[in-house]
């Protein structure tokens, strides 16, 4: 099946830092790229969708001047967190769309960044 | 997209057959039935997804009521390894428009040996 990676799996950051995500797709090309946290004892929440080459639309609530979306390539997201404090200390988590080969039915999920600001 | 409702927690012995329940009552016609796992610390895993007929896969089946009000999601045979939280989801499955997926709270499923 698809696989998507994610970089890094864990990262502990001082606070007032930034942290940058990756999310990629290794065996298809995404279209679509999402972006989920979670915390913990909680389900995931989507925080922002990606579209290759386009600006990412974030849901409600969502700060999108903190939380840096880049989707400039069909294999490559990322998410910036910028000026990381602990409450932005969670599991990030990414999915990917191929819209290509018709598997628009399934979404694949990276493994996830836990994200520790200090 | 159609709000679920699934019991915070289930238990199953291990080999026995594990029936999750889902009730979606207010879903629309065009509206697909998604399930999702997660174990813990990990990405979700897709499953399985139906609109009215009965699915079947590797991984389970899906059990879809005439009246696309509930669903079951069936592992026939539970491991140790099927412990995670299990996803329903409800959307609109369009090819190339939007896609995204809302999450309940899920079942925390716990196979015991």
């Known amino acids: ?118 | 997209d159609a709000k679920t409702t699934q019991p915070p927690s289930m238990d199953c012995a291990e080999g026995r057959a594990a029936n999750l329940p889902c009730n979606h009552s207010t879903i629309s016609g065009n509206e697909y039935v998604y399930w999702y796992r997660q174990i813990h610390s990990q990405g979700p895993q897709y499953i399985i997804h139906g609109l009215k007929n009965n699915e079947t896969n590797e991984m389970a089946s899906l059990i879809i009521t005439e009246d696309r009000k509930s669903s079951t999601l069936i592992l026939p045979h539970a491991t140790l390894r099927d412990t995670a939280v299990y996803y329903c989801i409800v959307r609109v499955s369009i090819y190339n428009q939007g896609g995204k997926l809302i999450f309940g709270q899920g079942t925390e499923l716990s196979v015991k040996p």
């Open chain 1, 1 to 118: 099946g698809a696989v998507v990676s994610q970089h890094p799996s864990w990262v502990i950051c001082k606070s007032g830092t930034s942290v940058k995500i990756e999310c990629r797709s290794l065996d298809f090309q995404a279209t679509t790229m999402f972006w989920y946290r979670q915390f913990p004892k909680q389900s995931l929440m989507l925080m922002a969708t990606s579209n290759e080459g386009s600006k990412a639309t974030y849901e409600q609530g969502v700060e999108k001047d903190k939380f840096l979306i880049n989707h400039a390539s069909l294999t490559l997201s990322t998410l910036t967190v910028t000026s990381a404090h602990p409450e932005d200390s969670s599991f990030y988590i990414c999915s990917a769309r191929d819209l290509a080969t018709g598997r628009f039915d399934e979404q694949y999920f990276g493994p996830g960044t836990r994200l520790t600001v200090t």
